[in-house]
């Protein structure tokens, strides 16, 4: 018998993964669907709105290049690094402290990311 996992217990599995420090799932239009891990004192709803609307910029940009819409977009900073992925019909964004497991963090999202398009 296969048990299916839920969209809560993957993320929680993708916590596991070496630096990742928290998970938001958002909408195109910028709600929160479902999140997992610590985002200190930051606010998870600003955070998938602002997502949102530099998905939405980064699109128009797309569009008005005639290239491709883009499959990962990835912010760095001295200490934060942001990672944002179309899953499904929202976006997964995967925060961690660095960039420092970046290819450990990518490898697993290209294992995750069909999963959880299942569930969004």
């Known amino acids: 018998m296969v048990v299916k996992r839920t969209s809560t217990q993957i993320l929680q599995e993708m916590l596991e993964v070496p630096g990742v420090r928290g998970i938001i799932v958002v909408g195109k239009d ?43 977009l990835t912010f760095e900073a001295p200490d934060a690094m942001i990672m944002c992925v179309p899953v499904g019909d929202a976006l997964l964004v995967i925060l961690a402290p660095d960039s420092k497991t970046l290819g450990m963090i990518r490898l697993y999202v290209k294992k995750f990311v069909p999963v959880l398009a299942d569930f969004f």
């Open 30 to 72: 910028g709600f929160v669907i479902e999140s997992a891990g610590s985002f200190g004192t930051q606010d998870m709803d600003t955070i998938g709105a602002s997502v949102a609307m530099v998905i939405m910029g980064t699109d128009k940009m797309a569009d008005e290049l005639n290239i491709s819409a883009f499959s990962t």
